[in-house]
């Protein structure tokens, strides 16, 4: 799959680091190594910060539905098979503890620290609830994950059939993920969620949810290059797909300063599947996970 990546943008790479100019010094032009690995980073990079959304959804869903009456909070089970859970009740606060050495959760990544999901507004169960997810020493696959993220939710349920629908503005603020080698990405946006789903009225179990996402982000990679990433079909997601609620349609441009023109991403048409498609400069891959 690297390979893939980096033929695809590599040409686009190309230009912005000048080795089509008319620079009398050659010594100073990178090499093609040097130039692989920069695509390969550089294609990568808008996956890493779109797995951390990804997974502070589900840590603000559970947050969302344990009991508020209980001074223990929710006590069964755990967070991705691996995070246990506190609830100050005083505070609105969700602690998820991860341990302080790397543990191995459900969806393959290995976790350490904690995270704090704070209801500002609302409690957990409300159908109007505002969230603040934040953390402390909380690595990811021995990526550390700095920075903010805030879920207002406005939901409404048809008392009738236990019809959900659910508007979610999601507000990203100074996120940082730094690498072991001390590189960084930084990211700063704001995406509208829209999520339908059926819930059981008498055992609040839920059920046939999907979301459909808007928005974007901006922020600076791993090579120290400014880029905006912006969905320009809403990406839709649905729970019966069984694929950790992947993107199953819908798609986004990345437009990164420096390059020849912008990178399309692509998740298909609504089969239910873990693959999508880059395009650059009329050059198509597909990635499947």
């Known amino acids: 799959m690297k390979m893939q990546i980096k033929n695809l943008v590599v040409l686009g790479l190309a230009l912005s680091l000048g080795l089509t100019s008319c620079k009398k010094d050659e010594t100073n032009n990178p090499t093609q190594a040097q130039i692989d690995a920069q695509a390969q980073k550089a294609a ?22 344990i009991d508020p009456r209980s001074a223990g909070g929710r006590t069964e089970g755990t967070v991705l098979g691996a995070g246990n859970t506190s609830y100050d009740v005083a505070a609105k606060t969700l602690t998820i503890d991860f341990g302080t050495t790397n543990a191995m959760c459900t969806d ?7 995270v704090f999901v704070r209801f500002t507004a609302g409690e957990p169960r409300s159908l109007q609830h505002t969230v603040q997810i934040t953390q402390e020493n909380y ?31 999601v507000t990203i ?8 080698d ?37 922020g600076k990679n791993r090579q120290n290059m400014n880029y905006i990433a912006s969905i320009v079909t809403p990406l839709v997601a649905k ?3 069984n694929n950790a609620m992947f993107p199953i349609q819908g798609n986004f441009d990345v437009n ?4 020849a023109d912008k990178v ?23 990635i499947t996970l």
């Open 264 to 286: 399309v991403v692509d998740y298909g048409n609504g089969t239910c599947d873990k693959s999508y498609t880059i395009s650059y400069r009329g050059q198509t891959v597909t």
């Open 182 to 218: 001390n590189t960084t990405i930084t990211e700063n946006g704001t995406y509208d969620f829209v999520i339908t789903a059926t819930i059981n009225l008498q055992t609040l179990q839920v059920s046939n949810g999907q979301w459909t996402a808007t928005g974007g982000t901006t």
């Open 108 to 114: 393959g990544r290995k976790r350490r620290g904690k």
């Open 256 to 259: 990164v300063v420096g390059l």
């Open 139 to 169: 690595f990811v696959n021995d990526i550390r994950v700095e920075g903010t993220r805030t879920d207002v939710v406005q939901s409404q349920i048809n008392l009738s059939n236990g019809a959900i629908s659910s508007n979610r503005k």
């Open 44 to 65: 990568e990079d808008k996956g890493q910060t779109s797995n951390i959304d990804d997974e502070s959804s589900v840590l603000a869903d559970y947050a969302s539905n």
């Open 173 to 180: 603020s100074n996120r940082k993920l730094t690498f072991t």
């Open 239 to 241: 729970v019966s797909c």
